[in-house]
């Protein structure tokens, strides 16, 4: 799947995670009832990361945290150099355990960071001057560097803009968690739906960058 910025928190699914030479995948979770809406397709792409397999065991010294910056208004970065970012990572107890500054000319970035038995289960804070802070967190493990996420960077007035298109009330004391849904891949997967807790009230799907409230899952 990507908080008190829009995005304060970007929850990236597997985004972060090593996949390769996991063991087959558990069966999906069939949610009782289906919420109204639900796809009548399986989600999209290799999905055998996910589940409660593990990812491959962590080899080396350290890793690499790689990714890139973009901004919401250009997030294909068409429109010249992306925003200077300060990025810093840290572990699950809150320690720093490493910086970064992306690349001014293509939004590259990379972090590397002391490797622990688990692999990476912290999450990395990045801040640009003019933009909302934005956190993000991997719902996987991270043991290796052959994938990499992007960052898309909003001004608040980017984000109030976008609630207000979705229908979403900012109200003081609570934030907009924003994510997005990758295979093991790190290619987006479409038919997902989402929940918090037991709940699947309050979600908003894209079509590309624009909200849809009239989706009910991810699109392709």
Do not use: K
């Amino acid at each position: 799947m990507q908080s008190t910025a829009f995005p304060t928190v970007a929850f990236l699914a597997a985004v972060l995670s090593g996949c390769s030479g996991a063991p087959a995948p558990s069966e999906a979770e069939i949610l009782t009832p289906e919420p109204a809406g639900a796809p009548s397709e399986s989600a999209d792409g290799r999905l055998i990361c996910l589940g409660g397999n593990e990812p491959p065991d962590v080899s080396g010294s350290t890793l690499t945290l790689p990714g890139w910056v973009r901004t919401f208004a250009d997030p294909t970065n068409s429109g010249g150099a992306p925003p200077a970012v300060r990025a810093e990572a840290f572990d699950p107890s809150g320690v720093s355990i490493g910086t970064a500054f992306s690349d001014t000319v293509n939004g590259r970035l990379l972090i590397s960071v002391p490797v622990r038995p688990a692999g990476f289960e912290g999450w990395v804070s990045v801040h640009a001057d003019g933009f909302l802070d934005v956190t993000i967190f991997s719902s996987l493990r991270y043991t290796n560097t052959a994938v990499a996420g992007w960052v898309w960077l909003t001004t608040a007035e980017e984000r109030d803009a976008v609630a207000a298109a979705a229908s979403v009330a900012l109200e003081p004391g609570t934030g907009i968690l924003i994510g997005a849904v990758h295979d093991c891949d790190v290619f987006g997967s479409g038919n997902v739906v989402i929940r918090h807790g037991t709940s699947t009230d309050g979600v908003v799907y894209f079509t590309g960058f624009d909200p849809d409230p009239a989706l009910t899952f991810t699109d392709a």
